[in-house]
């Protein structure tokens, strides 16, 4: 794997979602998602305060696919193309063949399953189309819906990191997850 190969964008299509680029059009959208205190409670980043965090975070993800340093998508339904959740592929190493996976979701649409089906399409995209041999994925131990998340799509824990970042004046645990192409 020398590159990501992300272009033209792959959209991909579930049962009920459709997984597409996020673009400017979808700038509210995505500070509904970033302003929400309780989806960002475990995201070790700061809360999108104005929309202008929105548009610098949309320029990033598009910069990141232009460099091959990353891939998000933008989650809606089949029924309607507003953005609901990301996922996506940062921290990628061609040399390794590995990507770390992140995720966030519109509170309203959790515990529906949406996030699974998600992460199902993205991780067969990884291993298949973007040609990964493992993906990672960090979590803060304590988010335990983000934890059942990852060991109900087969990821398996691998370790704790102890007081690993710094965030918001105290230093924080990662729990560790992967999965291999050949688990998949």
């Known amino acids: 794997m020398s590159q990501l190969k992300t272009d033209p964008f792959p959209t991909l299509h579930t049962e009920r979602l459709v997984l597409r680029e996020i673009t400017m059009h979808d700038v509210e959208a995505v500070f509904a998602i970033r302003s929400d205190e309780r989806v960002m409670q475990y995201i070790g980043k700061p809360r999108a305060k104005e929309i202008k965090d929105s548009v610098e975070l949309i320029a990033r993800l598009k ?25 996506g592929y940062h921290r990628i190493q061609p040399e390794h063949y590995r ?6 979701l519109h509170a ?25 041999h493992s993906i990672e994925a960090r ?4 988010n335990s819906a983000s934890n059942a998340l ?3 799509n087969g990821f398996v824990r691998e370790g704790l990191f102890k007081e ?21």
């Open 164 to 184: 690993n970042y710094y965030w918001n004046g105290e230093f924080l645990d990662s729990a560790v997850y992967s999965k291999l192409a050949s688990e998949n």
């Open 139 to 142: 979590t803060d131990p304590k």
């Open 99 to 104: 990507g770390e996976i992140g995720y966030t």
């Open 63 to 87: 910069k990141g696919r232009e460099d091959s340093s990353s891939i998000t998508w933008g989650i809606t339904t089949k029924n309607d193309p507003t953005l609901i959740g990301m996922i």
């Open 108 to 132: 309203d649409h959790w515990r529906k399953g949406i996030m699974s089906e998600a992460m199902k399409a993205v991780v067969a995209h990884g291993f298949g189309g973007l040609g990964f």
């Open 150 to 152: 990852l060991l109900s």
